[in-house]
Antibody, heavy 119, light 111 residues
Framework: EVQLVESGGGLVQPGGSLRLSCAVSGFTFRFYWMHWVRQAPGKGLVWVSR????????SYADSVKGRFTMSRDNAKNTVYLQMNTLRAEDTAVYYC????????????WGQGTLVTVSS | QSVLTQPPSASGTPGQRVTISCSGS????????VCWYQQLPGTAPKLLIY???QRPSGVPDRFSGSKSGTSASLAISGLRSEDEADYYC????????????FGGGTKLTVL
């Protein structure tokens, strides 16, 4: 059974940092591109970033470029999102997701972790 | 403002057929596959349709997808109360360095 479990969310002050983790199981992790997608309270889904199976290629939404870094550890079956210089508008539930191919065909999602940026 | 355009709401009575539209452009829907997701209140999205019209195992055949040019549609037939949820379309966008783009979501109400 495919499982994705996010952790690391919480309350952080504007300008602060947070690292999200997503531990996966039930599939051969290194073969799959992975994504982070976020959803602000009461709003729609917004893509944040993606990473290739070997970790050599990443891309980001313009709204987080230069502030967020996505990485992965294939030995630990875990993907990460390092978030720096956080802003109030980054407040959202962050979902880790698996790509069926490599062009954003997301087939499995984690349960999400809430990040709240507030003073 | 979402890159893909969906109606904010849709409704139907039990047993009816409902269609939700998703409009994009040549850089996304026009040249890439479309996926559809169902999000029940307080839960993570769930894949309903991939590669425009394919259903993952376990998704009832009441759900179907289609694509034509730069638009796509999700149809739900034999509407049931448990179908009340938010529905999102998504596609890869080839512009700039590439990204996944979503529709703004359609809230389906079963009357």
């Amino acid at each position: 059974e495919v499982q994705l479990v996010e952790s690391g969310g919480g309350l952080v002050q504007p300008g602060g940092s947070l690292r999200l983790s997503c531990a996966v199981s039930g599939f051969t992790f290194r073969f799959y591109w992975m994504h982070w997608v976020r959803q602000a309270p009461g709003k729609g889904l917004v893509w944040v970033s993606r990473i290739s199976g070997d970790g050599s290629s990443t891309s980001y939404a313009d709204s987080v470029k230069g502030r967020f870094t996505m990485s992965r550890d294939n030995a630990k079956n875990t993907v990460y999102l390092q978030m720096n210089t956080l802003r109030a508008e980054d407040t959202a539930v962050y979902y880790c997701a698996r790509d069926y191919g490599h062009l954003g065909e997301i087939d499995y999602w984690g349960q999400g972790t809430l990040v709240t940026v507030s003073s | 403002q979402s890159v893909l355009t969906q109606p904010p709401s849709a409704s139907g009575t039990p047993g009816q057929r409902v269609t939700i539209s998703c409009s994009g452009s040549s850089s996304n829907i026009g040249s890439n596959y479309v996926c559809w997701y169902q999000q029940l209140p307080g839960t993570a999205p769930k894949l309903l349709i991939y590669r425009n019209n394919q259903r993952p195992s376990g998704v009832p055949d009441r759900f179907s997808g289609s694509k034509s040019g730069t638009s796509a549609s999700l149809a739900i037939s034999g509407l049931r109360s448990e179908d009340e949820a938010d529905y999102y379309c998504a596609a890869w966008d080839d512009s700039l360095s590439g990204s996944v783009v979503f529709g703004g979501g359609t809230k389906l109400t079963v009357l």
